[in-house]
């Protein structure tokens, strides 16, 4: 079964700081995707990448960016992290060629105060 | 750019009874339309999915219809369960090897013994 694995279920941080999340999958996906969820608004999508070194930005890339230095890992990160970036923080992963199908990590609760 | 309604936000129906949330997508590109079940604290799961060449599939007690000409397309559960309260979100992929998903903002359905 596929294992899409977030280093945190839940993050407290500062105004201002800066602020990574890590994201791994077991599956040897090619495309992994970052998406924030908010109340209301649905799953965003913020970056995604569809090869190792790879990264396209998605609909709300704003005050992030992100690293894909290996296959499996993909992390995003909060340069300076400000109050509206509180929120869930999914990552998904999917591979090319086997369907559109998302594998999603249990989600990150970051809160910025 | 790519963007998906979704309706109703909230949906609350009798066990027994059916229900069907309606979505409805802007690129004529799409061609292919997921639906996602989120069960509470839990990560969002692949339910059902059809692509672009079918009108109509069913699985069980669910069944997703798609409509290009008017581009929307609908969920519908029958014989609705208690297990079936979650947010569910329908999803359009855009074209590509990376299979890149919009989703829609989520409807919270509950299913009332």
């Known amino acids: 079964d596929v294992k899409v694995t977030q280093s945190s279920r839940y993050l407290v941080k500062r105004t201002g700081e800066k602020v990574f999340l890590e994201c791994v999958q077991d599956?040897?996906?090619?495309?992994m995707f970052w998406y924030r969820q908010d109340p209301g608004l649905g799953l965003r999508l913020i970056y995604f990448s569809y090869d190792v070194k790879m990264k396209e930005k998605g609909d709300i890339p704003e005050g992030y960016s992100v690293s894909r230095e290996k296959k499996e890992r993909f992390s995003l990160i909060l340069e300076s992290a400000s109050t509206s970036q509180t929120s869930m923080y999914l990552c998904?992963?999917?591979?090319?060629?086997?369907?559109?199908?998302?594998?999603f990590g249990s989600g990150t609760q970051l809160s910025v105060l | 750019g790519e963007n998906v309604e979704q309706h109703p936000s909230t949906l609350s129906v009798q066990e027994g009874d059916s229900a069907v949330i309606k979505c409805t997508y802007s690129?004529?590109?799409?061609?292919?339309f997921p639906w996602y079940k989120q069960e509470l604290g839990k990560r969002p799961q692949l339910i059902i999915d059809i692509r672009s060449n079918v009108g109509e599939k069913k699985d069980q007690r669910i069944a997703v219809t798609l409509n290009k000409t008017a581009k929307h397309f609908s969920l519908h559960i029958t014989e609705t369960q208690p297990e079936d309260s979650a947010v569910y979100f329908c999803?359009?992929?855009?074209?590509?090897?990376?299979?890149?998903?919009?989703f829609g903002a989520g409807t919270r359905l509950a299913v009332h013994p």
């Open positions: 690129d004529s590109a799409s061609n292919y």
């Open positions: 999803a359009e992929g855009v074209g590509g090897g990376y299979n890149k998903l919009i």
């Open positions: 998904a992963s999917s591979s090319t060629g086997q369907g559109e199908k998302l594998f």
């Open positions: 599956m040897d996906h090619e495309n």
